[in-house]
Structures are given as structure tokens and as C-alpha cells.
């Protein structure tokens, strides 16, 4: 384990299909610092390698190595991104001047993470205070897709991060309508995963089959629209939409937690949660979260928790790279 102070400064990143971020750690007084954020679309430069370049050019310390979390799965320390046309390997970051660097996934850095995000930084669903301080917790969340992780935890103190693509699990219908919702998006995938409707584009295919069953017409093609017109407007169709969104997120997240045995708590990540937060907490979230028939009394022990840090895949990516020694 890492000592008390550390003197290197290291690269930390999170890159997303729509988003990246940087920022350089130190690891002081038994915990990390971020300095100098930088957070910029990813459609800016052509290559992940460029972009992770411009980062460093800026830096007026350069790191020495570092971890970076992405988003989708890594395979012998090379990532494809899942909705990014970005590719790259740790072999080739280390012509950077990163030695060691190391490649993880996003929710992985976030399961890291969401332990040591400040108290304020979180933002309760329901559930007990706390949950079992021994037990898994799951981490879970919408942006651009659905991003899936776990962190167990034992008795001695021990950790591991449970890296994983659960997002691409096959969506669960639950009552009639997400009958007829899983109905209509079999027409254009041959497999509805949980991520072609927990997602921004999701919430956009959502809000297009409800508007089939509903027999109307629906001419928004912005997901962030949806979620614009259903804060202003909680009882429009919009607001329908998301209400929807936000019960079939409160019904993976508690498959989920029965999945991973999660009665250390639930923590819902991602870009979107945080947005929604007025609407999520006024939604039927918990309620599904909890329905689970002889499980209900089980999951009602669970904690749920929204994470409104900017920067917790940061935290946990440093977490990773000042423990790697």
C-alpha cells in the first residue's frame, strides 16, 4: 500500500464516448489530490493520443505515468471504445513518457472511487443511512451508455474492483408497457440491452416507442430535450419518458445489487443521474429498486446513492495508480 505522502505526480483520466477528463494526483496525508482539471470533447482531436498529449503539454509538472479509465472493456492493455471511434494501447501511451501506465475501465475507476467521495459529494435514494461496511458495493450508471461495476469487500479490509459490461445485459420488462417497449426496439436490434434505453440515446428510444404505443407522433431527436421539457414539465410526455427511465434504472440497479450481493450500498454514477437528481428522487427509483418480491425485504436494507462529484472516476483512478506498487 501506499505511504501517507507520496511525491510523484501522476496522470489521471476518464474518458467517455462523449467526454474526456484529466488531472494530475498526488497522493498526500493517506489520500489523493487532484490539481489542474482539464476536461474537453472528445470529437477535438482525431487520435486518443492526441488528446492525452494536449493534456500533458499544459502540465507544468509533467506525470510520470498514471492510470487512465475508459469506457468499455480492456483487452491485454488496449481499449476500443465502445461509443467512440478512439482506439489505443498502453504501449503506445508509454511513447509519451508514461511508464508505468495502465489502462482500466471507467466504472472500474468509479467503483474505486465512490468509497472515498466526500459524504457532501452524495445525494441519497432511499435506504438506510449506510449500508454494510463488509459488503459489495455496485456502481452503476446512464451517459452515454450504461456503465456496470462492483467493488467487493471483506472483513480484513480487503478490495477488489469488479470490472464488468453489464450494461449490454439483456433489458428485463417488468409490466406491460415495457412489454410493448421491448416489442418495438426488437424491430431495430436483433438484442435489446439495458443500454439501448438507459442511456441518453436510450431515453431517446424510449421516448419514441412510448410514443408508438401511445399512438402519436413525436418529433424530438435530442435526448437532452426529453429531459429539458420534463424538468420544466413533470406531467408532460416528456416527463412520462423519464419517469419511465428513471423506474427501469430503479429496477436494473436492483437486479444488480441482487447480482453482486451489494448490501454495502448502490451508487448511481454517470453523467445523467446528477442532472435528473430533483426528478430521480421524486420518481418511482426505489420503489422498483425495491420490488422484487421475497427479495424486497433484502433490498430494503440497501442504501441508494446518487454521486454528484464531477471528478469520482478520477479519484479512483489514482486510488489504482498509487496502489499498483
Known amino acids: 500500500?501506499?505511504?501517507?505522502?507520496?511525491?510523484?505526480?501522476?496522470?489521471?483520466?476518464?474518458?467517455?464516448?462523449?467526454?474526456?477528463?484529466?488531472?494530475?494526483?498526488?497522493?498526500?496525508?493517506?489520500?489523493?489530490?487532484?490539481?489542474?482539471?482539464?476536461?474537453?470533447?472528445?470529437?477535438?482531436?482525431?487520435?486518443?493520443?492526441?488528446?492525452?498529449?494536449?493534456?500533458?503539454?499544459?502540465?507544468?509538472?509533467?506525470?510520470?505515468?498514471?492510470?487512465?479509465?475508459?469506457?468499455?472493456?480492456?483487452?491485454?492493455?488496449?481499449?476500443?471504445?465502445?461509443?467512440?471511434?478512439?482506439?489505443?494501447?498502453?504501449?503506445?501511451?508509454?511513447?509519451?513518457?508514461l511508464d508505468p501506465i495502465r489502462l482500466i475501465n471507467d466504472f472500474e475507476a468509479q467503483a474505486w472511487g465512490a468509497p472515498i467521495v466526500p459524504a457532501g459529494a452524495l445525494e441519497r435514494l432511499g435506504g438506510p443511512e449506510a449500508g454494510d461496511a463488509h459488503a459489495a458495493l455496485a456502481v452503476l450508471g446512464p451517459g452515454t451508455g450504461f456503465g456496470v461495476s462492483g467493488l467487493a469487500r471483506d472483513v480484513d479490509g480487503r478490495q477488489v474492483a469488479l470490472p464488468s459490461e453489464g450494461g449490454h445485459a439483456c433489458f428485463a420488462p417488468n409490466d406491460a408497457v415495457e412489454d410493448e417497449i421491448l416489442r418495438i426496439l426488437r424491430r431495430r436490434y436483433e438484442r435489446v440491452s439495458i443500454e439501448r434505453l438507459i442511456c441518453g440515446p436510450g431515453l431517446l428510444n424510449m421516448h419514441r416507442a412510448l410514443a408508438e404505443i401511445d399512438g402519436r407522433e413525436s418529433h424530438i431527436d435530442d435526448p437532452a430535450e426529453i429531459t429539458r421539457q420534463a424538468m420544466a414539465e413533470p406531467n408532460s410526455t416528456c416527463g412520462a419518458t423519464l419517469a419511465r427511465f428513471c423506474a427501469i434504472l430503479g429496477s436494473v440497479a436492483g437486479d444488480i445489487a441482487l447480482t453482486l450481493g451489494a448490501r454495502g450500498g448502490v451508487y448511481v454514477a454517470g453523467g445523467i443521474a446528477p442532472r435528473i437528481l430533483p426528478f430521480l428522487k421524486a420518481s418511482p427509483f426505489r420503489e422498483r429498486f425495491e420490488k422484487k418480491g421475497r427479495f424486497q425485504p433484502y433490498l430494503a436494507q440497501v442504501p441508494t446513492w446518487v454521486i454528484t462529484h464531477e471528478h469520482a472516476a478520477l479519484l479512483g483512478a489514482a486510488r489504482v495508480a498509487f496502489d499498483r506498487d
Not at 498529449?53 to 505515468?65: E, L, T, V
Not at 471511434?85 to 503506445?92: A, F, G, K, L, Q
Open 1 to 97: 500500500m501506499t505511504q501517507a505522502n507520496d511525491p510523484r505526480t501522476l496522470l489521471v483520466g476518464d474518458v467517455g464516448g462523449t467526454n474526456a477528463r484529466f488531472a494530475v494526483a498526488r497522493w498526500t496525508d493517506g489520500g489523493p489530490v487532484l490539481d489542474h482539471h482539464k476536461s474537453f470533447p472528445a470529437e477535438r482531436y482525431p487520435t486518443f493520443l492526441e488528446g492525452v498529449q494536449a493534456f500533458i503539454d499544459g502540465c507544468a509538472i509533467k506525470p510520470s505515468g498514471g492510470v487512465i479509465a475508459v469506457a468499455g472493456p480492456v483487452t491485454d492493455g488496449t481499449i476500443d471504445l465502445t461509443n467512440s471511434p478512439w482506439r489505443v494501447s498502453e504501449t503506445e501511451l508509454q511513447t509519451l513518457g
